[in-house]
């Protein structure tokens, strides 16, 4: 998995969001990061994740022509991933 933060948009892989379209970043521990791939997931958010990793980052989507609620982002460093795409 690849992940690209430039001036204007996120990229991950194939999959790219400009910036303007991005909501709330936020870090999720061991915990939430289970809710969010589990209990809590949405079936129309985009999941960048690995199975291996606990943490990560869940991005709010804020365009109203995407039914893509959230980008859920797996990373050991999620307060990195978040500080560069917030």
């Known amino acids: 998995m690849v992940i690209e933060i430039d001036e204007n948009e996120v990229r991950i892989n194939a999959a790219h969001i ?7 970043v936020k ?10 791939r589990g209990r809590d997931a949405d079936p129309s958010a985009f999941l960048a994740i690995r199975f291996w990793s606990p943490r990560g980052v869940l991005v709010r ?10 980008w859920l982002i ?13």
């Open 74 to 86: 797996s990373s050991k460093r999620g307060d990195e991933l978040a500080k560069a795409i917030g």
């Open 61 to 70: 989507v804020k365009d109203s022509r995407d039914s893509t609620p959230y």
């Open 18 to 24: 400009e910036h303007k379209y991005l909501g709330e």
């Open 27 to 36: 870090v999720l521990d061991i915990q939430e990061m289970r809710y969010a």
